[in-house]
C-alpha cells in the first residue's frame, strides 16, 4: 500500500477518533457571549494629550468597550481580567485606549524596539475601515508605549513590515497599565463619505503561566473568515481620508574594503573611496483611495542582513521576506497562492514608481522599475539556478475584487524585458469562492511566455542540460515558449477541525520572471488535517494531532516523492510550554535512484519559564538523502534558541543550527557543521538603541560582525551608523601551502539618514 493510500486510511480513523472523543467532551458555561458587538466612537470636545493618562477633557463622555472574552486557554469564556477600551475623533485625529487591569507588579513591560514586543503583555487595536474582510489594519501596543503595527489582508495574513506613523504612549499604573494613542486620518485609507462604519475588536494578550487571549468580540469558533467575527465602530462622521503629499529624502555614505590576493590576505587588504548618495521619494495620496508614489536612486539595503540559512543539502533557491518599505503599500493585491510576485527579484533598482488604488470593493495596484542587477531563479525538475541578467525593466499590475464576506478574484500580469534581449511575461487569475463558513474553494490558473536571451555566456555552467524532454536547452540560447501553472484547493476550518486538500501542478516551461518559483515540472496533491482539543480539568491546555500527506509526479508520470507525516503538539498551562513530535515516512526518486527509506522523528519544545528568559529546541533524527552525494545518510539536525532579557532595556537573543549527514554504511561524513547567531540590543529610550549581531557560518568558516546606532523618530524619520565585518578562512597563505589564516576579508562602514516630510 502506498503511502498515499495510507494517509488517507489514517486520515479517516483520526477524524473516528476525534469526532467520538469531541462527543464525550461535555462543557458547562454560564458566560454570555458578545457576538459583533457595537460601540459609537466619540467627538472629542476638548483635548487629548498622548501620555497614557486618559484624564483629558477630550476623553470625557467616551464610551468603553467591555465585556471581553476569553478566547485561550479558556474556549469564549469571561477572562481572569477586567479590560476597557476607548475610541474617540476629532478632525485630525483617530484616538484609542485602553485600560488593562491586572497586578503590576506582575505586568510585563519593557523598553524595547518598535515591533519586538511579543514577549510583553499588550492591547490589540484591529480595524477594517472598508468592512469587506479584504484588508485591516493591526496596532499592539505594549505597557510603555512601544507599538507593533501590521497589515492583513485576506488568503494572507499579517504582514508585519508595513509601518503606520502614529503616536503612542503607556503607563503601568497601581492597578495595571494605560494605553493611548493618536492616528492621523491623513495615514490612514477608509471610504469618502460622511458617516463610517468600520469592522472593530480590541485583542488583548495578558502573559503569565498561560498566555491568556481575550477579545471585546466573540468569536464563532466555526466562522473562518477572522474580521466577520469583529464588532462595529459607528459614529466617526465628517471626517476626511488621508491626502496629500510625502518627500521622503535620504543620505548615505559608506566605504567598503576587501582582500585583493588570497594568498596573501592580511597584506593586501584595500580600502575603498568613500562614496555618498543622495536619494530621494515621494507619495502623492490623490485621495485616501488612490496613491501614486516614485523614487529614484533608491537605497534598498537593509539594515539588518538576512540571517543565515543551512542550505548544505538543498537543491533549490532559497526565499527571504521582502523588507523594503517601498514594497510594501499596495503588495496584498499581488499575493496569490503561487508566488507568482517575488519583489526581491527586483534586486537594485535606480528608478521605481507605483500606484495603488481602492474602490468600493475593487484595489488596483501597479509596479514599474528599472533594475540594474536583476537575478533570475531558473526553476527546473530537481534544482533551481541563479542567473545574472544585467539591467531590466519590469512592469506589474493586480487587480483584486472582494465579494460576499471573505472571497475575491484577482488577475496578476507581470513582464520583465532583459536589456540587450529577452522577456519573461505571466499573467494569472485566481479567487476564492466560501461554500459555507467553514468551507472555502480557492483556484488560480497561471500562463508565462519566456524570451530567452541569446547569450549562452550568462548560463555557461547549464550548457549541455535539456528540460521538457529535451525540446528545448537550459542554455540562453533564444529559445521562446509557453508555460502554465494551475492550483485548486478545498479548505475547511472550524472549532475543532482544520482540512486543507488539494492539487496543483507547474510545465517544465513554467517560468515566473519576477516570482518566486524554484521548481517546476511537477503535479502535487497534498492532504493536511488537524484536529484542536482542549481538555477541561487538566494542564494540558490543547491537544493537536494532525496528518500530512503527499504525492508529486512530473509529466511523465513517474513518481518523483511521496510522504506521510504523524504529529502531536501539546500547548501546557505552565511556564507557556509547548512540545510538539512527529513521525515521517518518505519515497524519493532523485536523479533516476530510488531512495524508498526515508524517515525522520522530530521533537521540539519552547517555553517561558520565567518572565525574561524564553527558550526552545527541536531535534531531527533519521535517514535523509544526500543529496550532493547522491546517498543516504543518517541526518542528525538540532536547533536552539533563547531570549534573555536581564532588565528592561537589554535583550539578548541567540540561535545555533547544526547538521549533520553520515553514510548508513561507511560512517562516511558527507557534511556538518553549524550556523550560530548572537545579537545584543540595548534601547537608551524609544528613540535611541544600539544593536550588534555576531554570527559564524562553520560551512563557509566566516564570522560576521555587525554593530549599529539607530535613532529612530518614526518608522521612516531615521539615521543609522554601522559597519560590517566578514572574518574568512583563507588556505595557503604566504609560502605555506598548508597554512591557514583567519582574517578580515571585506569590511563596510555606512551612515544613513533619512527624514519623512508629509504636508
Request: aromatic letters at 14%.
Amino acid at each position: 500500500m502506498s503511502y498515499l493510500r495510507t494517509g488517507v486510511v489514517a486520515g479517516v480513523c483520526l477524524l473516528v477518533l476525534a469526532t467520538a472523543t469531541f462527543a464525550s467532551e461535555i462543557t458547562e458555561t454560564t458566560f454570555a457571549p458578545q457576538f459583533h458587538p457595537t460601540l459609537k466612537a466619540h467627538r472629542t470636545q476638548g483635548e487629548i494629550k498622548i501620555d497614557g493618562q486618559l484624564s483629558d477633557p477630550g476623553w470625557q463622555g467616551a464610551q468603553a468597550a467591555t465585556h471581553f472574552t476569553e478566547h485561550s486557554p479558556g474556549e469564549e469564556v469571561a477572562p481572569p481580567v477586567r479590560t476597557e477600551a476607548f475610541v474617540a475623533y476629532d478632525d485630525k485625529n483617530l484616538y484609542l485606549a485602553a485600560i488593562c487591569y491586572a497586578d503590576p507588579a506582575q505586568t510585563r513591560a519593557s523598553m524595547c524596539e518598535r515591533e519586538r514586543i511579543f514577549d510583553d503583555d499588550n492591547i490589540g487595536f484591529f480595524f477594517d475601515t472598508y468592512g469587506d474582510a479584504s484588508r485591516a489594519y493591526i496596532i499592539n501596543i505594549n505597557p510603555l508605549g512601544i507599538p507593533y503595527d501590521a497589515l492583513w489582508s485576506a488568503g494572507w495574513g499579517e504582514d508585519s513590515n508595513f509601518d503606520l506613523i502614529f503616536d503612542s504612549k503607556g503607563i503601568v499604573t497601581d492597578s495595571g497599565y494605560q494605553v493611548e494613542l493618536a492616528i492621523p486620518f491623513a495615514n490612514l485609507r477608509f471610504p469618502s463619505k460622511p458617516i463610517q462604519e468600520w469592522k472593530f475588536d480590541f485583542y488583548r494578550h495578558h502573559l503569565r503561566e498561560v498566555h491568556y487571549s481575550m477579545s471585546w468580540a466573540t468569536y464563532d469558533q466555526n466562522e473562518s473568515c477572522w474580521p466577520c467575527k469583529w464588532g462595529t465602530v459607528t459614529g466617526i462622521e465628517n471626517v476626511k481620508p488621508g491626502k496629500g503629499i510625502e518627500l521622503l529624502p535620504s543620505f548615505v555614505a559608506h566605504q567598503k574594503g576587501s582582500v585583493t590576493d588570497g594568498t596573501f590576505p592580511e597584506e593586501s587588504f584595500e580600502n575603498g573611496d568613500i562614496y555618498g548618495d543622495l536619494s530621494i521619494g515621494g507619495k502623492y495620496a490623490i485621495s485616501s483611495d488612490v496613491v501614486v508614489e516614485a523614487t529614484y536612486n533608491p537605497d534598498f539595503s537593509q539594515i539588518e542582513a538576512d540571517a543565515s540559512q543551512v542550505d548544505v543539502n538543498t537543491t533549490y533557491a532559497l526565499f527571504y521576506d521582502e523588507r523594503r518599505p517601498f514594497f510594501q503599500e499596495g503588495i496584498d493585491v499581488f499575493r496569490t497562492n503561487f508566488n507568482a510576485v517575488y519583489t526581491r527579484s527586483i534586486n537594485n533598482p535606480d528608478f521605481a514608481a507605483k500606484t495603488s488604488t481602492k474602490l468600493g470593493k475593487t484595489s488596483f495596484a501597479a509596479l514599474s522599475a528599472h533594475d540594474e542587477q536583476s537575478l533570475a531563479i531558473i526553476p527546473f525538475e530537481e534544482f533551481s539556478a541563479y542567473i545574472p541578467l544585467g539591467e531590466t525593466y519590469v512592469n506589474m499590475a493586480a487587480m483584486r475584487h472582494a465579494y460576499g464576506d471573505d472571497d475575491h478574484v484577482r488577475a496578476v500580469v507581470t513582464d520583465q524585458r532583459i536589456d540587450g534581449g529577452g522577456s519573461g511575461t505571466l499573467a494569472s487569475f485566481d479567487g476564492t469562492l466560501s461554500l459555507s463558513k467553514t468551507f472555502t474553494l480557492r483556484g488560480q490558473v497561471i500562463a508565462t511566455h519566456t524570451d530567452e536571451p541569446n547569450d549562452p555566456s550568462k548560463t555557461s555552467y547549464l550548457n549541455g542540460l535539456t528540460f521538457d524532454d529535451g525540446a528545448h536547452t537550459a542554455s540562453y540560447d533564444g529559445e521562446s515558449y509557453w508555460g502554465s501553472a494551475v492550483l485548486i484547493g478545498l479548505t475547511h476550518n472550524s472549532r475543532s477541525w482544520y482540512a486543507n486538500v488539494r492539487g496543483y501542478q507547474r510545465t517544465a516551461t513554467y517560468r515566473a520572471a519576477n516570482g518566486y518559483q524554484p521548481r517546476n515540472s511537477d503535479r502535487w496533491l497534498l492532504g493536511y488535517f488537524q484536529y484542536n482539543y482542549r481538555p477541561s480539568g487538566s494542564i494540558i491546555h490543547s491537544v493537536d494531532p494532525s496528518l500530512d500527506i503527499g504525492r508529486i509526479w512530473n509529466f511523465d508520470g513517474t513518481r518523483k516523492d511521496e510522504w506521510i507525516r504523524l504529529a502531536y503538539g501539546s500547548q501546557f498551562r505552565f511556564a507557556q510550554a509547548n512540545v510538539w513530535t512527529e513521525y515521517l515516512r518518505s519515497r524519493e526518486m532523485l536523479r533516476g535512484v530510488d531512495f524508498p527509506n526515508i524517515w525522520a522523528v522530530t521533537l521540539s519544545m519552547s517555553a517561558c519559564p520565567i518572565p525574561f528568559i524564553e527558550g526552545g529546541w527541536n531535534v531531527v533524527y533519521g535517514n535523509q538523502i544526500a543529496r550532493s552525494y547522491l546517498e543516504m545518510g543518517r541526518h542528525t539536525a538540532i536547533g536552539a534558541w533563547m531570549e534573555i532579557r536581564p532588565t528592561d532595556r537589554l535583550l539578548l537573543e541567540s540561535e545555533i543550527h547544526y547538521v549533520r549527514s553520515r553514510d548508513l554504511e561507511t560512517n562516511f561524513r558527507f557534511y556538518e557543521g553549524s550556523i550560530t547567531r548572537l545579537r545584543v540590543g540595548y534601547q537608551f529610550n524609544r528613540e535611541f538603541s544600539l544593536r550588534l549581531v555576531t554570527e559564524y557560518d562553520e560551512f563557509n568558516k566566516q564570522w560576521n560582525i555587525d554593530p549599529l546606532i539607530t535613532y529612530r523618530i518614526n518608522p521612516f524619520s531615521t539615521f543609522y551608523a554601522g559597519a560590517t565585518y566578514d572574518y574568512s578562512e583563507f588556505r595557503g597563505c604566504g609560502m605555506d601551502q598548508l597554512h591557514t589564516l583567519t582574517c578580515l576579508s571585506q569590511r563596510q562602514f555606512f551612515v544613513k539618514i533619512q527624514y519623512l516630510f508629509q504636508t
